[in-house]
């Protein structure tokens, strides 16, 4: 799922040094590799990750971690499987759908306690019942995410989509318009050429999917858990730091993805701080990144529903919580 407007920056990666384990020489410790590939470029919805390096946090947990950015020629899923990455930054419905297809797959965090999807409308829309009449641009990816659940839930039909190409220009140029948006990107441009329009995050009003979830293999688990487990320990130290001081994490941003604006990097902050997608939810009690049966099982129980899945897909073999809930950071 592409999270940006226009950000064509060559995907490039980020990290301490190569190979399968590194020496700290300041340390004297031998460092566990591990490549992690993110979902789009660098930006702020990745944050925690570039934190984690920037500020040793994965040094102190016994980790050489390389960041690789996604992007739109970026297939993450094909990347984990063929062993080109140890994890990679997904989505819950892509996992699911991966599961039903008996690939060897298992998400073991989540960035975000809420996918940041939502819709971007124009001022006289009130809530999401509005969108009836209304043409709604829609990726082809959210063809086969959100839009089935939007759909159902408001009584909307297919008639009323139109494929949104990562431009705003349609939605301005037409009242009659809502867009697909992601909470840090679009909305800042379509604020600031349409102060009267609106963002409603799906999240809110049911729309049970994690965002950011972290995916890797099921050898991976079987041969590096402890890797994983300070992986994920560490990660979500990571983003607690980052969303304290984002400053060391911002300078990697910038560097490997220049049109990153300051004004686009804080957006993406102040959007994540306020919808709480990092430290909201069961993150406020059980740490950053923690995941539940429960809310994998909603997910599952709507791909079910708009036709996503099979009801016979075996659905906990998406995820373990093993993980989780280990007195990670708070935020």
């Known amino acids: 799922m592409m999270v940006g407007c226009s950000k064509d920056t060559p995907a490039t990666a980020t990290n301490a040094s190569n190979g399968s384990a590194v020496k700290d020489t300041q340390q004297n410790k031998t460092l566990d590799k591990l490549l ?12 925690g990750y570039y934190q984690a390096i920037a500020t040793g946090i ?29 994890v990679i930054v997904n989505y819950d419905l892509q996992v699911l759908k991966a599961v039903e297809q008996d690939l060897p797959v298992k998400a073991i965090a989540t960035a975000f306690q809420y996918d940041p999807q939502g819709i971007i409308t124009h001022g006289d829309v009130d809530s999401l019942e509005g969108l009836k009449g209304k043409t709604i641009l829609v990726a082809s990816s959210g063809q086969t995410s959100w ?7 408001y009584n ?19 009242k009659n318009t ?27 009003y049911g729309y049970p999917a994690y965002g950011g979830t972290l995916v890797t293999r099921d050898d991976v688990i079987a041969t590096k858990s402890d890797v994983l487990k300070r992986f994920v320990a560490a990660t979500a130290e990571g983003w607690a730091s980052y969303l304290k001081d984002p400053a060391p994490a911002n300078a990697i941003i910038k560097k490997e993805n220049p049109q990153m604006t300051d004004e686009m990097i804080a957006f993406g902050i102040d959007q994540m701080k306020s919808l709480e997608l990092v430290g909201g939810g069961d993150a406020k009690t059980k740490g950053i990144g923690v995941m539940t049966e429960a809310r994998w099982k909603a997910t599952r129980d709507m791909m079910v529903q708009t036709k996503l899945l099979s009801e016979q897909a075996p659905w906990q073999k998406a995820f373990t919580l093993d993980y989780v809930n280990q007195g990670t950071a708070k935020p």
């Open 36 to 47: 992690l590939t993110t979902s789009w470029y660098a930006e702020p919805e990745q944050g």
């Open 58 to 86: 994965y040094k102190k947990y016994g980790l050489d971690v390389e960041i690789s950015q996604g992007g739109p020629q970026i297939n993450g899923m094909t990347l984990l499987l063929s062993k080109k990455a140890d």
């Open 147 to 153: 839009w089935p659940w939007l759909k159902a839930k």
């Open 156 to 174: 909307l039909n297919d008639g009323q989509t139109r494929p949104y190409t990562f431009n705003l220009q349609p939605f301005l140029a037409d």
């Open 178 to 204: 809502a867009q697909q948006s992601y909470a840090t990107s679009e909305v800042l441009p379509a604020k600031k050429a349409d102060p009267n329009s609106k963002f409603f995050l799906f999240a809110k």
